[in-house]
C-alpha cells in the first residue's frame, strides 16, 4: 500500500452519494416515522367502523321502536290537533270530554228511560191491562176514586209500556200514517225515551166523552178540568203541557206520578230542561 493510500482520511457523511448508502437505509431514513404513520391510518379505520356501526344501531331503534320520529312539527300538529278551549276556558277534547261519544241526553225532545221492574207492577183497571208502579197505582186509584165522588169518571188508557210496546208505537204507527221520526216524535216517544217505560205514566181519557181522548180537546172535558185543578194533590202532574221544555206536542191527556224519591229522580231531568 503506498503512501498515497494511507495518507487518504475516511470520507464525511455529507460526502457520501447514494449509491454508497445501504439500500435498507435509504428505503426507510426514518424508520420510526413510517410507524406511526401506519398507527394514524389504522385508527381512522377503527373510527369509520364504529360510526358505521352506530348509524346502523340508530336505524335499527327506529324501525323497531320508533325512538326517534321522523314526523315533522306539522305532521305532529295534523296527527293531534290542540284541544279546543271551551267558553268556559277549561280545555276540551275527545279523551276528556265522555260527552262526545256518550248516548245523547235526548232524542227529537225525548229523555231516556229504564223500564220498571215486572214485580213492582200492578193494574188500575179491573182487566190488569192498564199498569202502574205500586206507588203511582195507589195514589191514581185514590184520584180516580176522589173524582167519581165528584161525578168525574176516569177512563185509564195507557201506563205502563214495554220497550217492544213503544216499537210498535213509533215505528209502526209512523209508517202507516207516512210520518218522518221528527213528526212522529211529537207526539210519540221513541222506544227508550217513553215515560211509559217507568211505570209512573198514564194517559187519561174521560169515560163521559170518549171522542176527545188521546186528543188535544181533551182540555175541553169534565175529567181534564178536575184534573187541572186537583191531581196535584196526588202527585200527578202533566208531563207536556203547551209550549213545554221538551219541544214535544201538548198532550193534555198524559200524566205522571212525582209522589216519592225515586219518581222525582226519574223526571228531574225533565224539570231541569232549558227551553
Not at 455529507?14 to 424508520?31: G, Q, W
Not at 222506544?191 to 182540555?219: Q, R, V
Not at 202527585?235 to 207536556?240: A, K, L
Request: aromatic content about 10%; some cysteine; charged content about 20%.
Amino acid at each position: 500500500m503506498d503512501n498515497a493510500s494511507l495518507s487518504r482520511k475516511p470520507p464525511q457523511a455529507s460526502e457520501l452519494v447514494a449509491d454508497e448508502i445501504p439500500e435498507a437505509v435509504r428505503d426507510h431514513p426514518y424508520p420510526e416515522a413510517g410507524q406511526s404513520q401506519s398507527k394514524k391510518k389504522g385508527l381512522i379505520w377503527k373510527l369509520l367502523g364504529l360510526a358505521a356501526l352506530a348509524c346502523g344501531v340508530s336505524i335499527w331503534l327506529h324501525l323497531n321502536f320508533n325512538l326517534f320520529p321522523a314526523t315533522s312539527q306539522a305532521e305532529q300538529t295534523q296527527q293531534n290537533p290542540a284541544p279546543v278551549s271551551s267558553a268556559s276556558g277549561s280545555v276540551a277534547s275527545p279523551a276528556t270530554n265522555p260527552k262526545a261519544t256518550a248516548t245523547p241526553d235526548n232524542l227529537l225532545g225525548h229523555l231516556p228511560y229504564a223500564e220498571a221492574p215486572a214485580k213492582d207492577l200492578v193494574g188500575v183497571t179491573p182487566d190488569g191491562n192498564v199498569t202502574l208502579r205500586t206507588s203511582a197505582a195507589a195514589k191514581y186509584q185514590e184520584m180516580a176514586n176522589a173524582a167519581a165522588a165528584s161525578g168525574i169518571y176516569f177512563a185509564p188508557i195507557s201506563g205502563f209500556r214495554s220497550l217492544e210496546d213503544q216499537q210498535h208505537v213509533f215505528f209502526d204507527v209512523k209508517a202507516e200514517r207516512r210520518q218522518n221520526a221528527s213528526k212522529r216524535a211529537e207526539v210519540s216517544a221513541p222506544p227508550g225515551y217513553s215515560e211509559h217505560h217507568t211505570g209512573y205514566a198514564i194517559d187519561i181519557g174521560d169515560g163521559s166523552a170518549p171522542e176527545n181522548n188521546l186528543s188535544p180537546s181533551f182540555e175541553n172535558t169534565q175529567a181534564f178540568k178536575w184534573l187541572e185543578a186537583n191531581a196535584v194533590a196526588f202527585s200527578f202532574e202533566m208531563s207536556f203541557p203547551k209550549n213545554n221544555r221538551q219541544g214535544v206536542s201538548y198532550e193534555p191527556w198524559h200524566w205522571r206520578f212525582v209522589g216519592d224519591k225515586q219518581s222525582l229522580e226519574t223526571f228531574y231531568k225533565a224539570h231541569s230542561m232549558k227551553k
